[in-house]
């Protein structure tokens, strides 16, 4: 360090410093002023930039990586502009020449941004801001969860209540031991006639007035179908899922039917079947 001179020793404490028979600054300043056109490279000395940074770089108490590599891409940039001043070359078409005035202006413009932001993020590390503060996500409102009521009905409400509540019940407990049924389907079947000798036409709702047992309402069911299979009555609806009307089937029309169902074998009667169960 004594071998320095005290003009490089104040020139590394400022910061590197071109002193040029033309020009006297910063690096970056010279290579700008190049770019523009204001100053022409060839009338630079590359070899005594590149003393002058190795005197300077010589006379520095401790090695910089970052100034040594904006050096190192300065004088690269350099380099490639002198050479292309310098050497001859064809003549390249205007797209070309173009696209290497918009590279040039590119370079510059990036560099100068890198520039001012390192700037910037110095001065910020001078106050002491290392970090930056970072804004709360907008809360997201919560979806509504109102259902659209515009069509429903309370009877439609009801109903489907009702189905719910059926579906979703628990079924009755069963005793341990399970007691006969106090009705067969002769007794339905009895109870199908008497009705209709007393009436010409019943309906199957009034069949099953005062039946509170799923049971018997399908005994009763058993004790239709056998009377169906007879031919001693015959039923029908007048609409799609409507009211059951059960009548008496007429006299004359009950040897025509049997004769056409006789050549078949007929299974066992409902009545038989329960009898044996």
């Not at 010279?30 to 010589?58: C, G, P």
Request: charge should be negative.
């Amino acid at each position: 360090m004594d071998s320095v001179s005290p003009a490089l020793q104040q020139n590394a404490r400022d910061g590197f410093t071109l002193r040029l028979p033309n020009y006297e600054g910063p690096l970056d300043v010279l290579l700008r002023l190049i770019e523009e056109r204001h100053l022409e490279i060839t009338a630079v000395s590359l070899a005594k930039v590149a003393d002058q940074f190795i005197a300077y770089m010589a006379a520095m108490a401790r090695r910089d990586p970052v100034t040594i590599s904006n050096f190192l891409s300065i004088a690269a940039r350099l380099i490639v502009i002198k050479s292309r001043a310098l050497l001859p070359q064809l003549t390249a078409p205007l797209e070309e020449e173009q696209a290497d005035a918009d590279d040039l202006v590119a370079q510059l413009r990036a560099y100068q941004v890198y520039k001012r932001l390192a700037r910037w993020l110095r001065e910020r590390e001078k106050a002491g801001l290392r970090s930056w503060p970072v804004a709360a996500p907008p809360v997201a409102r919560p979806r509504s969860r109102q259902l659209p009521l515009d069509n429903v009905t309370l009877e439609t409400l009801a109903r489907m209540m009702r189905r719910v509540i059926d579906r979703w019940m628990p079924p009755p407990l069963a005793d341990e031991v399970v007691a006969p049924l106090p009705f067969t389907v002769n007794d339905c079947i009895a109870r199908i006639e008497s009705a209709i000798a007393a009436r010409s036409r019943v309906t199957f709702s009034e069949l099953l007035t005062g039946v509170h047992l799923r049971s018997e309402i399908i005994v009763t069911l058993l004790a239709l179908l056998e009377l169906l299979k007879r031919y001693a009555v015959r039923a029908y609806q007048d609409t799609l899922f409507g009211e059951i009307v059960i009548e008496p089937m007429p006299a004359e029309e009950r040897p025509q039917l049997a004769d056409e169902a006789g050549g078949e074998d007929q299974p066992a009667s409902l009545t038989q079947m329960s009898e044996s169960v």
